[in-house]
T-cell receptor, first 115, second 115 residues
Framework: AQSVTQLGSHVSVSEGALVLLRCNYS??????LFWYVQYPNQGLQLLLK??????LVKGINGFEAEFKKSETSFHLTKPSAHMSDAAEYFC?????????????FGQGTRLTINP | NAGVTQTPKFQVLKTGQSMTLQCAQD?????MSWYRQDPGMGLRLIHY???????DQGEVPNGYNVSRSTTEDFPLRLLSAAPSQTSVYFC??????????????FGPGTRLTVT
């Protein structure tokens, strides 16, 4: 079965520092890949998604992610953290051949921004 | 568009009680799903539907029932609540598609506590 691993349940960075949130998936065939963000007491909002084509994907709020097939990874980055980036971030995959109603989520990474 | 709406926002139940979590979407999406979110476990799929009258089980279906009589609504029923069902529940919808990169849109969630 498809699985998603997010390394680090908590990540803390200083305001202005690089944000790096790690995500690895288990599949020999590249799935569709997504990053969602959840602000406190809210639902999930799509940050970005990888489907096919360019391996560097740009999303909202200055985030981007790079798909690396050889490493089965889809890490999320942002060059300069802002206080408003404090939230929980989820990596999710849609296994090959599965419909859009099924996502497999990672455990989530809570991002804290220090002033 | 209101997107995906969920009611109630909060609910406290006693063990053994039953209740229905409501979910509605106004985007004419064929696919709808229910997830539960627990600390350190990300989101796990409970049940999903690919259209009116069609539902299927996800990863953690035990103790829950669903039905889909209209495209818009996808209620989740707890038959006899147990403390293990204390969680945050999210409803999501998406455009129909298998080999398509469509993402899911999430509601704001229902926080359920079972005592």
């Amino acid at each position: 079965a498809q699985s998603v691993t997010q390394l680090g349940s908590h990540v803390s960075v200083s305001e202005g520092a690089l944000v790096l949130l790690r995500c690895n998936y288990s599949s020999s065939v590249p799935p569709y890949l997504f990053w969602y963000v959840q602000y406190p007491n809210q639902g999930l909002q799509l940050l970005l998604k990888y489907t096919t084509g360019a391996t560097l994907v740009k999303g909202i709020n200055g985030f981007e992610a790079e798909f690396k097939k050889s490493e089965t990874s889809f890490h999320l980055t942002k060059p300069s953290a802002h206080m408003s980036d404090a939230a929980e971030y989820f990596c999710a995959v849609r296994p090959p051949g599965q419909g859009a109603q099924k996502l497999v989520f990672g455990q989530g990474t809570r991002l804290t921004i220090n002033p | 568009n209101a997107g995906v709406t969920q009611t109630p926002k909060f609910q406290v139940l006693k063990t053994g009680q039953s209740m229905t979590l409501q979910c509605a979407q106004d985007m004419n999406h064929e696919y709808m799903s229910w997830y539960r979110q627990d600390p350190g476990m990300g989101l796990r799929l409970i049940h999903y539907s690919v259209g009116a009258g069609i539902t299927d089980q996800g990863e953690v279906p035990n103790g829950y029932n669903v039905s889909r009589s209209t495209t818009e609504d996808f209620p989740l029923r707890l038959l006899s609540a147990a403390p293990s069902q204390t969680s945050v529940y999210f409803c999501a919808s998406s455009i129909r598609g298998v080999a398509t990169p469509y993402e899911q849109y999430f509601g704001p969630g229902t926080r359920l506590t079972v005592t």
